[in-house]
T-cell receptor, first 113, second 119 residues
Framework: DAKTTQPPSMDCAEGRAANLPCNHS???????VYWYRQIHSQGPQYIIH???NNETNEMASLIITEDRKSSTLILPHATLRDTAVYYC??????????????FGKGTHLIIQP | EPEVTQTPSHQVTQMGQEVILRCVPI?????FYWYRQILGQKVEFLVS????????KSEIFDDQFSVERPDGSNFTLKIRSTKLEDSAMYFC?????????????????FGPGTRLTVL
């Protein structure tokens, strides 16, 4: 799987948009970009994923650059409950799901009141 | 997405003892996974399981570990003889993708985890 690079930590004011960057310059054409987060020691929570088009759901938006070498996760109105470690993961669709996810260290996002 | 339930939430055991961790997915889940996270470290993939067989496993998943779905319902991870370094959070995950369906993605959804403490 392609390697990803994320800043180790970020701060964001409550109510503002949190923009979390991820570099994946070695991404292959069949690899998706997934975002998960982990609040304290809870199980990783799926947020969003995309291939090449920008995506939006009830939790966040995912912006993928045209060359697909980087992406940004946007939490439009961050709340204190969004404080967590956010993981950007690149993996191919494996046609059935056998492959495990490779987690990095992620970005520790701290929402400030 | 429906939740995955894990039991117990916390397991304390003595070194050398066997432990069984359980995951209770909903019946239409196809792929199951186990991950672990040692305190302060990354989440690590252990094994994936499909149709009552191991699909993939990592280097961590050695002979001390085994997985099965004995009653067609609970998905279990067994550690035969626990070591101090097995102390970690263990997460079960699942996906509902249909095998061979190339139009869907195999998003994995995680359970809340079992905290294993080996004394």
């Amino acid at each position: 799987d392609a390697k990803t690079t994320q800043p180790p930590s970020m701060d964001c004011a409550e109510g503002r948009a949190a923009n979390l960057p991820c570099n994946h310059s070695t991404i292959s054409g069949n690899e998706y970009v997934y975002w998960y987060r982990q609040i304290h020691s809870q199980g990783p929570q799926y947020i969003i994923h995309g291939l090449k088009n920008n995506e939006t759901n009830e939790m966040a938006s995912l912006i993928i650059t045209e060359d697909r070498k980087s992406s940004t996760l946007i939490l439009p109105h961050a709340t204190l409950r969004d404080t967590a470690v956010y993981y950007c993961i690149v993996r191919p669709y494996s046609g059935g799901g056998a492959d495990g996810l490779t987690f990095g260290k992620g970005t520790h996002l701290i929402i400030q009141p | 997405e429906p939740e995955v339930t894990q039991t117990p939430s916390h397991q304390v055991t003595q070194m050398g003892q066997e432990v069984i961790l359980r995951c209770v997915p909903i019946s239409n889940h196809l792929y199951f996974y186990w991950y672990r996270q040692i305190l302060g470290q990354k989440v690590e993939f252990l094994v994936s399981f499909y149709n009552n067989e191991i699909s993939e496993k990592s280097e961590i998943f050695d002979d001390q570990f085994s997985v099965e779905r004995p009653d067609g319902s609970n998905f279990t991870l067994k550690i035969r003889s626990t070591k101090l370094e097995d102390s970690a959070m263990y997460f079960c995950a699942r996906t509902t993708v249909l095998a061979g369906n190339t139009t869907s993605t195999d998003t994995q959804y995680f359970g809340p985890g079992t905290r294993l403490t080996v004394l």
